[in-house]
């Protein structure tokens, strides 16, 4: 196309919301109108879906539940009075709870001031406050948040030893919708077991954000933790950020949580226009079911031109894999759905893989995210009349056109700042994309089965470690591990069983594995 027509394509396309100050331009994505009005019955059907959602219907219907994230932003749009006020009443309670943090009236035992928060979730209870934090939180934050999201017992020991004796100050929020996630059940133990070492009163400390009544909420109960909020079971994890699993972590870093409800409301508003031109959502959906062919044929590279904006690629990895990689479709058929994300930021990954963007192997479409503003003040220049955000402004715009001349394709989302009201907007900009994408697919988007497997499995290598060291114990010489196998009833585990073993011996657990580490069914082992 001659640089004309594109210039026009780029207007007829181009979609603008005016209190937002947002742009999304999908104009290199090259569909044609015939590929557009194929789609419409297909938006007409994701259009309804979407009211009906939004009305309170059982929209994860493997789980049963209503999904309406949509309200915590709008409480007025819950389907009872009831939750309305439990929308509303928990915000208040947010609220008051950091404001009392900060002006210290709810402090530590023996001090004045909180200024640490050791943040403990997984997955939906940490990607979220994870890319809010590196977004929004202001240079010299109220209270410094620190993650524990993973099972690592040196992840784990970092941030205690970074805490050192700030642990007396500092805040601990375990977050787990369930409260029965295993990794931020270990972080808790293990966080708690720390405070109990300097003799801190961990449940002075400690605050709780989970469903009512989980393993975690009853733990929190009987403990009589400092403080506890509700996750309802009508927000899914991944779309929780404006539930009580990011407004509590980002008010106590004095991020400004109405803003970002604001935001999102607003997009909210826009995303339910039942128009395909004047709604960012559904031509967000219709670029992905374009590049993808309906079928995910094509990744997903998400590059934000902003460093505080780092973190949405994996923010958007859980909200977009988790959401659409599904085996079956509603009715059941084997439909191996989804897209693959990835992404860092740009320039710096220019420098990084976007040589095989631009020349390798064309089996992706690029989001750029731009923010208009540079800074906050004056540039200084490092060329004549050229200043650093000039720079980043151009590999954007380059990296958009190299790519375009070589067949790939992108989108372009832009906003003016990075701040609360835009970062609550594009979070719910996402979320309505993929619902809507998820009906013209026809997957439920609000499940995640195949999580579920992988807990399981690993539950089950957890028992099989219990019975092989039971069987160990009650042996006086050394077995090779197809004879432990055996005798644990395990016989076909035998490689499983090799690797618990090895993961034993290197960790000074009292097992001990004798022989030619390279011929794993050489090696003897005892209990040492
Ligand atoms: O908040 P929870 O219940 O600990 O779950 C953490 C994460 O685990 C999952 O259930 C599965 O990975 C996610 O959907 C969720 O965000």
């Known amino acids: 196309m001659d640089s004309r027509v594109l210039w026009q394509r780029y207007q007829d396309w181009l979609y603008f919301h005016p209190g937002l100050g947002l742009y999304l331009d999908i104009s290199r994505m090259r569909f044609d109108d015939g590929f557009v009005a194929s789609l419409q019955p297909k938006f007409d059907k994701a259009f309804a879906d979407m009211v009906e959602l939004e009305k309170g219907a059982i929209a994860n219907p493997d789980e049963n539940r209503m999904v309406g994230h949509y309200w915590l932003r709008n409480p007025d749009l819950a389907p009872t009075p009831e939750l309305t006020q439990e929308i509303v009443q928990t915000l208040e309670q947010i609220e008051a709870f950091a404001d009392q943090v900060h002006t210290g009236a709810i402090h530590p035992p023996k001090e004045c001031r909180f200024t640490d928060i050791i943040s403990i979730g997984i997955g939906g209870s940490a990607l979220g406050p994870q890319f809010v934090a590196q977004a929004l939180s202001p240079d010299l934050p109220p209270l410094q948040i620190h993650f524990i999201d993973n099972s690592d017992p040196t992840g784990i020991d970092r941030v205690?030893?970074?805490?050192?004796?700030?642990?007396?100050?500092?805040?601990?929020?375990?977050?787990?919708?369930?409260?029965?996630?295993?990794?931020?059940?270990?972080?808790?133990?293990?966080?708690?077991?720390?405070?109990?070492?300097?003799?801190?009163?961990?449940?002075?400390?400690?605050?709780a954000i989970t469903g009512q009544d989980s393993n975690l909420d009853q733990v929190a109960k009987a403990e009589n933790w400092l403080a506890r909020f509700s996750m309802y079971d009508w927000v899914g994890g991944r779309t929780s950020e404006m539930s009580a699993v990011g407004l509590v972590p980002a008010a106590l870093q004095g991020i400004d949580i109405r803003a970002m409800l604001d935001g999102a409301k607003e997009m909210d508003d826009a995303t339910r226009v039942p128009n395909l031109k004047n709604n960012p959502a559904a031509l967000l959906a219709l670029a992905w079911y374009f590049s993808g062919n309906g079928k995910g044929e094509k990744d997903m590279v998400v590059l934000p031109y902003k460093d505080s904006l780092l973190l949405f690629s994996r923010y958007l990895q859980q909200l977009i894999m988790e959401s659409l990689g599904k085996e079956k479709d509603l009715d059941g058929k084997t439909v191996f759905q989804g897209i693959a994300v990835y992404g860092n930021k740009g320039s710096t990954d220019q420098h990084a893989y976007v040589q095989q963007l631009r020349e390798g192997v064309p089996n992706f479409f690029a989001t750029l995210i731009e923010v208009?503003?540079?800074?906050?003040?004056?540039?200084?220049?490092?060329?004549?009349?050229?200043?650093?955000?000039?720079?980043?402004?151009?590999?954007?715009?380059?990296?958009?056109?190299?790519?375009?001349?070589?067949?790939?394709?992108?989108?372009?989302?832009?906003?003016?700042?990075?701040?609360?009201?835009?970062?609550?907007a594009l979070i719910a900009l996402y979320e309505r994309a993929v619902g809507l994408y998820a009906s013209l697919v026809n997957v439920n988007a609000y499940h995640q089965p195949g999580v579920e497997a992988g807990k399981k499995a690993a539950a089950v290598i957890l028992d099989l470690q219990k019975r092989v060291l039971e069987v160990l114990q009650t042996q006086k010489k050394a077995l090779s591990i197809s004879e432990l196998a055996d005798m644990s009833g395990a016989a076909e585990e035998v490689e499983a069983i090799y690797k618990i073993l090895r993961h034993l011996h290197t960790n000074n657990r009292g097992v001990v594995l004798t022989g030619d580490l390279a011929k794993p069914g050489s090696l003897t082992v005892s209990l040492g």
């Open 372 to 424: 208009l503003e540079d800074r906050q003040g004056k540039s200084v220049e490092v060329d004549p009349g050229v200043t650093t955000g000039d720079y980043l402004c151009g590999f954007l715009l380059g990296t958009r056109q190299a790519l375009y001349e070589n067949h790939r394709d992108s989108i372009t989302v832009s906003i003016p700042q990075v701040n609360a009201r835009t970062v609550g």
């Open 160 to 207: 205690l030893a970074q805490l050192g004796d700030k642990l007396a100050t500092t805040l601990v929020l375990v977050i787990s919708k369930s409260g029965g996630t295993p990794e931020p059940r270990n972080g808790m133990i293990e966080v708690k077991q720390a405070y109990t070492a300097k003799k801190l009163d961990f449940a002075k400390y400690a605050v």
